[in-house]
């Protein structure tokens, strides 16, 4: 059984930045990557960024890359997306989930889900 708690949500500036945070709990396979998928109303889910548990690699949606950072610290099972220069369209529920790394590509299905936290990027 696994438990995912995400944190850091809230409202900013176009410009401005926020940190997330996931605190993960159970099982999770090695070879899983963990991260952040975000959904927006009237939007198709996207797969944010994860990283993978084991080898530490990580993968960016074309929309955040140069904007956010993931990183993990595996010996707190805490992963972190750093966002900054947030945009509007930014704006979504920010789910962390773990599963194989091409489920961030939307070629698979996650495993976990935590309960979301909302990211509001408006002026």
């Known amino acids: 059984q696994v438990q995912l708690v995400e944190s850091g949500g809230g409202l900013v500036q176009p410009g401005g930045s926020l940190r997330l945070s996931c605190v993960a709990s159970g099982f999770i396979l090695d070879y899983y990557c963990i991260g952040w998928v975000r959904q927006a109303p009237g939007k198709e889910r996207e797969g944010v960024s994860c990283?993978?548990?084991?080898?530490?690699?990580?993968y960016y949606a074309d929309s955040v890359k140069g904007r956010f950072t993931i990183s993990r610290d595996n010996a707190n099972n805490t992963v972190y997306l750093q966002m900054n220069s947030l945009k509007p369209e930014d704006t979504a529920v920010y789910y962390c989930?773990?599963?194989?790394?091409?489920?961030?590509?939307?070629?698979?299905?996650?495993?976990?889900w935590g309960q979301g936290t909302q990211v509001t990027v408006s002026s």
């Open positions: 989930a773990t599963g194989p790394r091409h489920s961030w590509y939307g070629l698979g299905d996650f495993s976990s």
């Open positions: 990283i993978s548990r084991s080898a530490g690699s990580t």
